[in-house]
């Protein structure tokens, strides 16, 4: 194993960054386009794109964040995307905001997309198919704009980074986009983790004390694809997917569920690997124990050990609960903040389990390949009192991934949003 934790230190990246970004030249865009910031959020750099009209980073001065740490792993390796944050490591203060090609041409309704966890604007909504080894295939990005949609999105800075820090991103995005085009209400469109941020957002569900921004009443329309709703347990339901995640390529950028393998008749270490360390709040959060729907199965190396805690033959798990409650028992406490009435919401649940070039998907109950359907279908915990058009539920023949980008998806999403 290659990989090792990068400098901890909260200075570091921001220091990172800041020597990386004067090597990258800024890119002057004219000042009428330019949305003028709120106080504590200020423009770092503006850079050239291949997909986007550019690519704005934005640091967030006035808000408690705590620097996140990165694996080497968990580094970002898309080149528009390290240009803009200035490093593979951003700072967690920053993120990126893309403006479509057409998003001061179009007169259609403003559209915010939020990509989830391993990923970026740009591989997720403006060259999706890339991943499978098909480049160029159109995303939503361009099926929206065709539709005559005002397109933006958002990067995060960490690929698995907090998602009460992912709705602050969200929030300084929103503000900015409406100023540059004059919009009072945009629509949110998230791709899993991205879709559970956004949801953060409307709902006012915030991390306790600092100056976090409050919803200010300018969503109208919600879409979740394939977004965990009630949580996912697949590293501890899937225990032998750790060999997979000790390996340090991107193609297994997750946690593990064990801190401690015996791998050639020795016991090692594997913490800071793991879904218990600092390097995978999101996987913390996203936690839900769905064994007692889905039962474990008992084939499955150190089943009981992985799932509950304690020493097995080959492995040494903290288990789901002591992971869950790292997270904050983030599912559960969601359950109280649920989306404002007069929020228009969409929830896309996928039902092929079977992904390309992925042997191992989710397959103990009906699912996406990751997320199971009642996952990902779930609305109980969305439903306002006081709400009266009720949040429309669609299941789709797509896996976690063409949930976004199949041609019959990039039909489907603009129709979403009409």
């Given at each position: 194993m290659s990989s090792k934790t990068e400098a901890g230190q909260p200075g570091a990246f921001a220091q990172l960054s800041e020597a990386a970004a004067a090597a990258v030249p800024a890119v002057p865009v004219p000042s009428p386009d330019r949305a003028r910031p709120a106080a504590g959020l200020s423009l770092?750099?503006?850079?050239?794109?291949?997909?986007?009209?550019?690519?704005d980073c934005y640091r967030d001065s006035a808000r408690p964040f705590v620097q996140e740490r990165y694996?080497?792993?968990?580094?970002?390796?898309?080149?528009e995307v390290v240009q803009g944050f200035g490093s593979k490591f951003p700072a967690t203060s920053d993120f990126l905001l893309h403006y479509g090609p057409k998003w001061n041409v179009n007169k259609g309704k403003v559209i915010v997309l939020a990509h989830g966890a391993s990923d970026n604007a740009s591989r997720a909504w403006a060259d999706p198919d890339s991943l499978q080894g098909n480049p160029g295939q159109p995303g939503a990005l361009q099926a929206l704009e065709a539709a005559g949609f005002r397109v933006f999105a958002v990067t995060f800075p960490h690929k698995h980074g907090n998602i009460f820090y992912e709705a602050q991103y969200l929030a300084d995005a929103i503000g900015l986009i409406r100023q540059a085009t004059g919009a009072q209400k945009v629509t949110l469109i998230g791709h899993s983790a991205g879709g559970l941020a956004a949801r953060v957002y409307v709902s006012d569900y915030r991390l306790n004390g600092g100056r976090w921004t409050a919803y200010g009443n300018d969503v109208e329309n919600l879409v979740t694809l394939a977004a965990p709703h009630r949580g996912q347990d697949f590293a501890f339901r899937h225990p032998e997917f750790n060999y997979h995640f000790m390996k340090d390529d991107m193609s297994a950028n997750g946690p593990m569920s064990w801190d401690k393998v015996l791998a050639y008749g020795t016991w090692k270490d594997t913490l800071e690997y793991s879904i218990y360390s600092d390097n995978f709040p999101m996987q913390q959060q996203v936690l839900f124990n769905w064994t007692g729907t889905y039962p474990m199965a008992a084939s499955s190396p150190d089943a009981y050990t992985t799932l509950h805690g304690g020493q097995g033959f080959m492995s040494h798990s903290l288990g789901i609960d002591n992971a869950i409650m790292k997270g904050g028992n983030f599912i559960n406490n969601f359950r109280s903040y649920p989306v404002p009435a007069d929020i228009r919401v969409t929830v896309v649940a996928g039902n092929n389990n079977k992904i390309v070039n992925v042997p191992a998907t989710e397959k103990d109950g009906p699912s996406d390949g990751l997320v199971f359907v009642e996952s990902a279908s779930h609305t109980a915990d969305l439903v306002h009192p006081a709400r009266k058009e009720p949040i429309k539920v669609l299941v789709v023949g797509e896996n976690h991934l063409t949930i976004t980008y199949s041609p019959a998806m990039l039909k489907l999403i603009p129709a979403l949003v009409k």
């Open positions: 770092v750099r503006s850079i050239k794109s291949k997909y986007w009209e550019r690519i694996l080497e792993k968990t580094r970002h390796e898309n080149q």
